[in-house]
């Protein structure tokens, strides 16, 4: 089997710290390409990154914030007008999904959810610990701790014979535990260093709950000001917007 590879487009918390993106992720296989969370600078991102987004099949969303989803408007609406996509997408996340992004389409674009789309587009609500077959993947969520409307989610992920774990957003729960069991690579936010919240995850309290978690590899990710202050100095590595990792 081939490579697997994720590229950060975005790894930056909701308010742009230190210049990122917001969350967006795209992972390549020989089989599968696709999108994990597509924040609100999605587009701008796989355009400075020279990503092209009809290369999209799929998109999985995390939750359903504006950081995480809120590209999605801007995302579609090109590729109607702009590139004219006749190739299917799906994008699959929350139950909500539907009707979030329907809201986000129509505060942003008022009449832009009604247009009769020139590609099919199927927008599939997963359920929570139940495994869903996609193009070339297998998605499983896990409920966190994020309110955010509808039920936040961790996504393990099977690609090209490898695991791919994202926490999404969370203050520390044991579904984290599950969600990255062995997996090769674990994408976990940590937007804050030491300040606690039950909505983020701070470091201290991630280190503190090393010994429960069993990925090979952990990637920090959205780190807010006081991480990024801190993040040269880390025993761990932290994404970087446009680097690209190796799965495996
Ligand atoms: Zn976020
Ligand atoms: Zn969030």
Known sequence: MGQVTVRFLGCGDAFGSGGRFQTCFLVRSDTARFLIDCGASSLIAMNRFGVDPAEIDLILLSHLHGDHYGGLPFFLLDAQILRRRTRPLVIAGPPGLRKRLTDAMEVLFPD?????????????????????ALDGITVTPYVVEHPSGD???????????????????????????????????????????????????????????????????????????????????LPYQCAEDGATVVVG
Do not use: N
């Open 112 to 132: 832009s959810s009604r247009t009769r789309s020139s590609f099919p587009l199927e927008l599939i609500e997963l359920r929570p610990e139940r495994p869903q």
């Open 151 to 233: 039920p936040p989610f961790a996504l393990r992920i099977e690609c090209g014979g490898k695991i791919i774990a994202y926490s999404g957003d969370t203050g520390w729960t044991d579904a984290l535990v599950e969600a990255a069991r062995d997996a090769d690579l674990f994408i976990v936010e940590a937007y804050l260093f030491d300040k606690k919240t039950k909505l983020h995850m701070d470091l201290d309290t991630l280190t503190a709950h090393l010994g429960d978690l069993t990925a090979r590899r952990m990637i920090l990710t959205h780190l807010g000001a006081d991480m990024l202050a801190r993040a040269s100095g």
